[in-house]
């Protein structure tokens, strides 16, 4: 058989791009994601299941969660950095690096933030090596993309708070220790810390979904939920709280969503080297190999975009239009190219036996949350015009 | 208990290799790694080091050229510091030469107990290392599968063929390590930035001390392997179980 020359991201030069501390982040992310994800993802998968603890202190102590957050047992890598270690867990699975996100760029970045310094003393340093598991409830079953209107309400009673209401697709909120609750108040919108055994706090489990199968997904109810004066989180009241951590959180999907794009590239080129139909390799055929090459071509100018976006956060001057531009175009390529790698894939295409219908399914969710792809469309457009097309 | 674990950078597996057309040696102008079957013997080190208390794991490597992101590897798993010999004419040594120069890198600090794999990924000599305990004047234990140490007496688990041996000697000695036998670590990311900041002593071979190194092998040609027979093939019509068995039995497995 011909050896094929060029890997997607050799062919771009992307190892030029990056330090050697970025090489070796991304290295030890890939081995782990080899060894400990994919011999068992498609199996969680279809049973709908994650091993989530075990997974936390796993990820934990490669120092993951939190990675990008300075002290409190952070490691306080580099934005690009951050961005490769998430690109490495999607390729294993878009439920992995969710669950990640969550932990570290939600419920942590929330925390470190925006929180006092007990607060950051007594939570961050056991999520950041994951034996403490958190989520982020700013979703409502009727209030996605504009959370303003959310209706989870937080009364003062005494020097306690009073939450109620409702919080909707929440990952990890069956098997969270803490959940940080965005709710309106008196004085804006507040976030508060809330132990998940605190009495009037419940999690549903939402069962029956197509994507993103290998993560927890839930439904969070506060009934009634008394907290102290001290979990109202000091620094924020306002709705810049909780878009500051989506905005990380989406800054690690515009990478996450080109790993899936380029695990099921992958596939799909060691698949066409092996499929035999009238007597030769479909990729030797020019109708397969035109698919490798727009693939391809989209996949590595998406990520000298993402890397251009990361190379922005670090110096600090990354606006959050910037990173609507890329996670509208990662995850609109990565669908597409999960898509196309079905097609070459055939038949086998469609089972758990090759990564590339999980990866695309689990795009669907992406394409959709932290952001869907229409408020991230809008938001370039208002860019770009002034106009504001949300507010009609 | 301070140990010196020989380490080797090598070119990257996932990139196709070249042989220089003129020395026949392995092309090693690109981005080295670790060598995998090193970072067994680093697991070993870091974990004989935590379990008597204190130490130092340092590493002892050679390269044509000033080369550290392989070391960096193994300091991000753990280790404390590095020693590299790096010098042009290193280029091209062979097992004898490679032994000499990391025999007086180890002597420059004290230890207790030399690692290194039983052999290299690129190379396959398998020589260097008892080379490395002959001119130190230090026992050497090969294909060690679990290393303890007690009362500053060596205890090792030697793989054979059939099992393992236990075999004791006094420290200072050698190890090799076989690959498989201990879970490398992962780096974590905390190791991976505080890597940059561990020491590595870069040195040419003047400043070892060995004298002149002249490398006495030379490799005349190269030829491609055999290509494999293709195996047989048993077509199952009632008996195939005895022709396996037959051959099972043929090449005494049974």
Redesign the interface.
């Known amino acids: 058989m011909a ?1 094929a ?1 060029q890997t997607p991201e050799g062919l771009f030069d992307i ?1 030029g791009l990056l330090t ?2 970025e ?3 991304r290295s ?1 992310i890939r ?2 994601v080899e060894k400990r994800i994919k011999p068992d993802v498609a199996e969680w998968f279809e049973n709908g299941e994650l091993p989530a603890r075990e997974l936390a202190i796993e990820l934990g ?4 969660l939190g ?1 990008h957050l300075e002290g409190y047992g952070c ?3 580099g934005a690009v ?1 951050y961005g490769l270690a998430c690109l490495e867990l999607e390729a294993g699975d878009s439920g992995i690096r969710s669950l990640v996100s969550v932990q570290g760029s939600l419920a942590m970045k929330a925390i470190h933030a925006f929180g006092s310094e007990e607060q950051k003393q007594q939570w961050l340093p056991k999520m950041a090596t994951g034996e403490v598991l958190g989520c982020f409830g700013l979703t409502e079953p009727d209030f996605g993309s504009n959370p303003a209107g959310m209706r989870t309400r937080a009364k003062r009673d005494g020097k306690d708070w009073l939450l109620d209401g409702t919080k909707m697709w929440i990952t990890n909120g069956n098997i969270a220790d803490v959940a940080v609750v965005w709710a309106r108040t008196d004085e804006g919108i507040r976030g508060f810390i809330v132990p998940t055994d605190t009495p009037g706090f419940s999690a549903n489990l939402v069962h029956r979904k197509l994507s993103l199968r290998a993560s927890i997904t839930s439904e969070l109810v506060l009934d009634n939920v008394r907290l102290p004066e001290d979990a109202v989180l000091p620094g924020v009241s306002s709705l810049r709280g909780p878009l500051t951590c989506l905005n990380e959180a989406r800054f690690g999907i515009l990478f996450g969503a080109l790993g899936a794009a380029r695990d099921s590239l992958e596939s799909a080129i060691r698949y066409g080297m092996e499929r035999i139909q009238f007597d030769h390799p479909i990729a030797a055929y020019q109708l397969t190999q035109k698919k490798y090459a727009d693939m391809t071509v989209e996949f590595g100018k998406g990520l000298l975009l993402a890397l251009h976006i990361g190379r922005l956060k670090e110096k600090g001057t990354l606006r959050a239009e910037q990173v609507s531009i890329g996670k509208f175009n990662s995850v609109k390529q990565a669908l597409a190219i999960t898509r196309e790698c079905r097609s070459i894939l055939g038949a086998n295409g469609i089972t758990l036996e090759y990564p590339v219908m999980r990866h695309m399914s689990n795009l669907e969710s992406v394409y959709t949350y932290e952001g869907t792809h229409e408020m991230h469309t809008l938001v370039i457009g208002e860019a770009l015009t002034g106009l504001p097309a949300y507010r009609i | 208990m301070n140990i010196a674990v020989c380490v080797k950078q090598i070119p990257d597996q996932s990139v196709p290799g070249k042989l220089d057309p003129g020395t026949h040696n392995l092309v090693r102008d690109g981005k080295l790694i670790l060598d995998d079957s090193d970072s067994y013997g680093v697991e070993m080190a870091l974990q004989l080091v935590d379990r008597a208390g204190g130490g130092e794991v340092t590493l002892i490597s050679m390269a044509p050229n000033g080369e550290v992101s392989g070391i960096r590897t193994a300091l991000a798993m753990g280790a404390d510091r590095a020693v590299l010999v790096s010098d042009p004419s290193l280029a091209g040594s062979d097992a004898l030469t490679t032994a000499k120069v990391l025999a007086a890198a180890i002597r420059r600090n004290p230890f207790d107990l030399v690692m290194a794999a039983t052999e290299s990924t690129d190379g396959y000599t398998g020589t260097v290392p008892v080379q490395v305990a002959e001119i130190l004047d230090i026992p050497s234990v090969s294909f060690a599968k679990k290393v303890e140490i007690e009362n500053g007496i060596l205890k090792v688990q030697r793989q054979t063929e059939s099992g393992y041996d236990e075999v004791e000697c006094p420290l200072p000695a050698l190890v090799t390590v076989t690959a498989g036998v201990v879970e490398p670590r992962y780096p974590s990311f905390k190791g991976i930035m505080a890597a940059k900041s561990k020491p590595v002593d870069v040195l040419d071979v003047a400043a070892l001390g060995t004298g002149p190194l002249t490398t006495s092998q030379e490799i005349v040609s190269v030829r491609a392997a055999e290509e494999r027979a293709s195996g047989t093939v048993v077509v199952d019509e009632g008996d195939a179980f005895r022709q396996v068995v037959e051959f099972l039995e043929a090449i005494k497995v049974i």
């Open positions: 050896n020359t190892d050697d501390e090489r070796e982040i030890v081995k782990y102590k490669l120092g993951v990675m490691a306080g890598a950095a």
